[in-house]
């Protein structure tokens, strides 16, 4: 099973509202990534968290907090968005971070559809 | 960041083969991933293939590999209209500052005319 679970699957949010993105994966998988992808471009980078750390943080605007509770979740939390963060969100995992091997590879789950108005 | 470059658009006929194109900058050892991406939905991982091999084939997938021109290409048999999507190219090195970072392409807007 190579599944990584995603909710919501829309959100809609005001500019002023709180909110937050939940992932969650049940391979063993160590490392867990934030991509943000708007339409017709390739997912763009946004958090990596390797053995439930921060490892990468790719100068993402403090309105976006990530959150690892635990080697199997992922929380993307969402505070004073603008429009322009309207995006589809995605979170991949994988086995393992930085090692170069088959184990890096990274699963993605369906992504959550964000509308910020 | 890594240069991986992709063609935007492919037409193809229900039942012919679809030939997508990839070429990466990267020099090092690495894994080269295709995933599928279809409207609203996530990243669906194809197939993937370590740089010292030169071919892979699973089912109606065929990934040819030329190290020296850094050239990969993802051949779909009997191309069906489910086919339909953007299909990515990755490239993950090995080394430096790039190590744990998947290089995307911009995506090759597949679609099939029945």
């Known amino acids: 099973d190579t599944e990584v679970t995603q909710t919501p699957k829309h959100l809609v949010m005001g500019m002023t509202n709180k909110k937050s993105l939940k992932c969650e994966q049940h391979?063993?998988?160590?490392?867990m990534y934030w991509y943000k992808q708007k339409a017709k471009k390739p997912p763009e980078l946004m958090f990596v968290y390797s053995y439930e750390k921060l490892s990468i943080n790719e100068s993402v605007p403090s309105r976006f907090s990530p959150e690892c509770p635990n080697s199997s979740l992922l929380n993307l939390h969402l505070h004073a968005l603008q429009p322009e963060d309207s995006a589809l969100y995605l979170c991949?995992?994988?086995?393992?971070?930085?090692?170069?091997?088959?184990?890096?590879?990274?699963?993605f789950g369906p992504g959550t559809r964000l509308l910020v108005l | 960041g890594e240069d991986v470059e992709q063609s935007l658009f492919l037409s193809v006929r229900e039942g012919d083969s679809s030939v997508i194109n990839c070429t990466y900058t990267?020099?090092?050892?690495?894994?080269l991933y295709w995933y599928k991406q279809e409207p609203g939905a996530g990243l669906q991982l194809l197939t993937y293939?370590?740089?010292?091999?030169d071919m892979k084939q699973d089912q109606r997938l065929t990934v040819l590999l030329n190290k020296k021109d850094k050239h990969l290409s993802l051949r779909i048999a009997d191309t069906q209209t489910g086919d339909s999507a953007i299909y990515f190219c990755?490239?993950?090195?090995?080394?430096?500052?790039?190590?744990?970072?998947?290089?995307f392409g911009r995506g090759t807007q597949l679609t099939v005319w029945p």
């Open positions: 991949a995992s994988s086995q393992t971070w930085r090692t170069s091997r088959e184990e890096e590879t990274q699963y």
């Open positions: 990267d020099s090092s050892s690495t894994y």
């Open positions: 391979m063993g998988h160590r490392a």
């Open positions: 293939i370590f740089s010292n091999m």
């Open positions: 990755a490239e993950s090195p090995d080394r430096g500052s790039t190590l744990g970072r998947l290089y």
